[in-house]
């Protein structure tokens, strides 16, 4: 039983249409079948069939256009901390990224999140802010914001925004080349 507990959830929608549409096609079969054999479910069958085909062309529509993407050269992964579905977004990236990898990081997840439903504040914006964390000593962990972007909710999803990195931030991260060097 563990096995279907822990068995991954496909997430391509491909995966559903080709399942879906296979079902489909088996309650056809039946369908026409019941209706040769005068079976007292053929009526039945017709709403399964017809309810299968239509769940069928369902995911094969979602399939085609619900998950479209851009992809930054240059972003590194990075985990939602922080939204409040209306002005602000806050994205923790590890400790060892540079100035170029914070800028495609926040142009990333300025593409990824979608505007649509956000209230946005007094000038109609929202910011995304991205952020590590720094532990100066044991049990202490410290924020550190590394850069943020402001972003219109009128902006054209493409809009080249401009992104304000805290330089002086990045000079109190730790130097991973040392440790580097180092081990070798």
């Known amino acids: 039983m563990d ?3 822990n068995s991954p959830i496909p ?3 491909a995966f559903y249409v080709k399942w879906s549409g296979i079902a489909t096609i ?4 039946l369908t026409v079948i019941a209706f040769i054999v005068k079976w007292g479910i053929r009526f039945r069958l017709v709403g399964v069939t ?3 085909a239509v769940v069928t062309a369902s995911f094969f529509a979602l399939n085609l256009g619900l998950f479209t993407r851009t992809v930054v050269p240059g972003a ?3 985990s939602l901390v922080y939204d409040n579905a209306a002005d602000k977004v806050v994205i923790a990236v590890p400790s060892t990224v540079t100035e170029s990898q914070v800028e495609a990081t926040i142009r990333q997840i300025a593409s990824d999140i979608k505007p649509y439903g956000r209230l946005g504040d007094r000038n109609n914006q929202f910011s995304i802010r991205a952020r590590t964390v720094l532990h100066p000593e044991p049990g202490v962990s410290q924020p550190l ?3 943020e972007i402001k972003r219109s909710l009128d902006a054209p999803p493409d809009a080249d925004i401009p992104v304000k990195l ?3 931030n990045f000079a109190l991260l730790p130097d991973t080349s040392e440790s580097v060097e180092s081990g070798s």
């Open 76 to 78: 590194v992964r990075y």
């Open 50 to 52: 017809s309810f299968t």
């Open 145 to 147: 914001y590394l850069g």
């Open 26 to 29: 088996v309650f056809l079969v």
């Open 3 to 5: 096995w279907i507990i």
């Open 11 to 13: 997430t391509d929608l």
């Open 166 to 168: 805290f330089t002086e």
